[in-house]
């Protein structure tokens, strides 16, 4: 089991910066793909970034990609996603998950067995 938990999420203006941070509890933490996915009003949750129980090898969905750095420490227990030059489209619910190495294709959303219970992002233009 493991049980997530999102904080950072915030109003800010385009082009400010944001760190969401996820707070990972259970003993496998370390093992699992740690992933965060968004949803904006009336549209599906979809794909933001993930990284690999290392650490080593991340995943960034083609909008982020050069904004945005996913990072985790796993001592902590702890996920990060940076988000800079944040853009009124990245206006969304973002979500924490986690899924086991094993499974997961790191992009898609029914991988992911743990979800948080999102944090508010609002970006004004």
């Known amino acids: 089991q493991v049980q997530l938990v999102e904080s950072g999420g915030g109003l800010v203006q385009a082009g400010e910066s944001l760190t969401l941070s996820c707070a990972a509890s259970?003993?496998?933490?370390?093992?699992?793909?740690m992933g965060w996915f968004r949803q904006a009003p009336g549209k599906e949750r979809e794909f933001v970034a993930a990284?690999?129980?290392?650490?080593?090898?991340?995943y960034y969905a083609d909008s982020v990609k050069g904004r945005f750095t996913i990072s985790r420490d796993n001592a902590k227990t702890t996920v990060l996603l940076q988000m800079n030059s944040l853009k009124p489209e990245d206006t969304a619910v973002y979500y924490c998950a986690a899924a086991h190495p094993a499974t997961v294709i790191p992009r898609l959303r029914s991988s992911y067995d743990y979800w948080g219970q999102g944090t508010q992002v609002t970006v004004s233009s």
């Open positions: 259970g003993r496998t933490f370390s093992r699992h793909t």
């Open positions: 990284i690999t129980w290392s650490g080593i090898t991340t």
